[in-house]
């Protein structure tokens, strides 16, 4: 099956009449079976399935929780989102193994460390339990598909749209909220390449500590006290992003930033103008799509989607001043 098949079937997933044979009129809505009636009368299984988020109180994850729920009440199922708030892989594991063993169907499991979850993930698809990863990837773990973002091919288009406001030359600071990340260090790479590519210098990558924006200021303002010939600012997460516009409007210097992810306290910097442009990776759709493929494999019987590396990238979303206020209508629903 490929994504335009795949399209299809999303219609098929979320249609409540049936068709009747073909060169027959397609039979009239208040005549056909509800559509939860109509799946029980063939399926006649428990329909369980679930999300584990390796921090389930980050912010950035609203979105995606919305959107893996928003699918399950179209289809009408219920999704259970679980995990742990602090990124601890031995709990989640833990807790994902309790998911296997007490009759889930599809897991979508968001992950901080790959290599920690190749045989939890293997012994799961074994055992005939549909894994899919979202967010950040663990593809050596035969997943059978990975909903997110191009992170390096992304940071890439970050990297060159900085150093064009940059003029393209001077230095550039780096941030990275999750070091040891897959997820971060596919940014990382592609950061390098776009700003080596659009002719800024590379002085350094940056930890930060995403649950504490106090920390995160105080990293930013470092940043600035180490090099105070910086030519611009390449926040490589969320909050760093959202960090490094409140230093730029509290400390009244003009250094360009281009960051990632659309936080809406970034949104509102970009408005004001204190923070360029962000690079998107469309959290809410990296929850709602696993689950409505899930349950085309599962309930529907339809055949895995065959993508390169098993990966179903979404676009970026690259937002300016210019376009700003659609996307601050769009993410009110996730503002916290």
């Not at 729920?69 to 989102?81: C, H, M, N, S, T």
């Not at 990837?137 to 035969?142: C, H, L, V």
């Not at 995403?210 to 926040?235: F, G, K, Y």
Request: charged letters at 20%; glycine letters at 12%.
């Amino acid at each position: 099956m490929d994504r335009r098949q795949f399209a299809r079937l999303l219609g098929l997933a979320g249609a409540a009449g049936i068709a009747t044979a073909a060169g027959t009129q397609v039979a009239r809505a208040e005549d056909a079976p509800e559509w939860k009636t109509w799946r029980d009368s063939y399926y006649d299984k428990p329909i369980k399935m679930a999300v584990s988020c390796a921090g389930t109180t980050n912010p950035f994850f609203a979105p995606l929780k919305a959107g893996a729920e928003d699918a399950g009440k179209q289809l009408g199922i219920e999704v259970l989102w679980t995990g742990v708030p602090d990124g601890n892989t031995v709990n989640q594991i833990s807790q994902f193994q309790q998911l296997v063993n007490t009759g889930y169907s599809v897991i979508v499991v968001i992950l901080f460390e790959p290599d920690a979850w190749i045989a939890p993930i293997k012994k799961a698809m074994e055992a005939g339990v549909l894994v899919l990863t979202a967010n950040n990837d663990s593809p050596d773990s035969a997943r059978e598909l990975y909903f997110g973002q191009d992170l390096v091919g992304a940071a890439e288009v970050q990297g060159q749209l900085l150093a064009k406001l940059a003029g393209g030359k001077g230095k550039v600071a780096m941030t990275n909220c999750a070091p040891g990340s897959l997820g971060l260090d596919q940014r990382v790479q592609g950061a390098r390449l776009g700003t080596a590519a659009g002719g800024l210098e590379d002085v350094g990558v940056y930890n930060t500590n995403p649950a504490d924006m106090a920390s995160e200021i105080a990293t930013m303002q470092d940043i600035l006290r180490a090099t105070p010939d910086l030519a611009a600012i390449m926040p490589l997460c969320g909050p760093d992003t959202a960090a490094a516009g409140l230093v730029r409007k509290s400390s009244g210097h003009s250094l360009p930033i281009v960051g990632t992810d659309m936080l809406y306290q970034t949104l509102e910097l970009i408005r004001d103008g204190y923070v360029d442009a962000t690079v998107g990776q469309q959290p809410y759709m990296q929850g709602y799509m696993p689950i409505m493929y899930g349950f085309q494999r599962v309930v529907l019987g339809a055949p895995k989607l065959d993508l390169p590396g098993g990966n179903y990238y979404l676009a970026n979303e690259i937002v300016t001043k210019d376009n700003v206020e659609t996307f601050l209508i769009r993410e009110e629903r996730f503002r916290g």
